[in-house]
């Protein structure tokens, strides 16, 4: 069975202090690995999805990698509008369903 | 905007009862997927449906069933709820074709 977890559950950062999240992943072939954004009490907003190792993206403050193992979301000099959950999902060979990490939930203080 | 569409947003019911959650996904999406997020749980897949065909099954209890329609809708019916039925329900479309899914607002079920 697909397992995502993710490190730390929680961040506390000050504005503009840069930071990371990781991803660690076990799947049986990968497909996919896909970052999700969570605001409390709204759907996830997709953010990236990474297909192979070595394999990055950026987006504004954030940028995401991808190893064979695990896989980080760099946020650089954040906001306050950047707190939120973030979430780690794979999908594998088997099927199209998405396997989520836990979460980290970064708090951004200006 | 995700473009992905649930009703209702809230819900409110009794143990015992039965509900009905509606998804509209994307405009020509065929793939949709329920999830449910629980606090001690987190996002779990529930079911997943291609062009009105069911394509593979989470942990979904048996009190729960799904359907997609010839419009590609979906519904996600459950019965005899219980009080740990409570949770954010989501659903998620994209083209059929592992894409990235993007995901509705949710439906907030609580069982009292």
């Known amino acids: 069975e697909d397992q995502v977890t993710q490190s730390p559950e929680a961040l506390r950062l000050q504005e503009g202090e840069s930071s990371s999240l990781n991803c660690s992943y076990t799947v049986s072939g990968l497909r996919g690995l896909f970052w999700y954004r969570q605001d409390p009490g709204k759907g996830p907003e997709f953010l990236f999805t990474?297909?192979?190792a070595g394999e990055e993206k950026e987006k504004e403050r954030l940028k995401a990698t991808l190893t064979k193992k695990e896989s980080f979301l760099h946020i650089t000099a954040p906001k306050p509008e950047d707190s939120a959950t973030y979430l780690c999902?794979?999908?594998?060979?088997?099927?199209?369903?998405?396997?989520f990490g836990a979460g980290t939930t970064v708090t951004v203080r200006a | 905007d995700s473009g992905v569409t649930q009703t209702p947003k809230h819900l409110i019911t009794a143990t015992g009862q039965r509900v009905t959650l509606r998804c509209s996904p994307r405009?020509?999406?065929?793939?949709v997927y329920w999830y449910q997020q629980s606090l001690d749980q987190g996002l779990q897949f529930l079911i997943h449906?291609?062009?009105?065909?069911?394509?593979a099954k989470g942990n979904i209890l048996e009190r729960f069933s799904a359907q997609q329609f010839p419009d590609l809708h979906s519904e996600l019916n459950l019965s005899s709820l219980e009080l740990g039925d409570s949770a954010l329900y989501f659903c998620?479309?994209?083209?059929?074709?592992?894409?990235?899914?993007?995901f509705g607002q949710g439906t907030r079920l609580t069982v009292v």
């Open positions: 998620a479309s994209e083209p059929g074709q592992a894409a990235e899914a993007f």
């Open positions: 449906y291609y062009n009105g065909e069911e394509r």
């Open positions: 405009s020509g999406d065929l793939s």
């Open positions: 999902a794979v999908q594998g060979w088997g099927d199209y369903k998405l396997s």
């Open positions: 990474l297909y192979s």
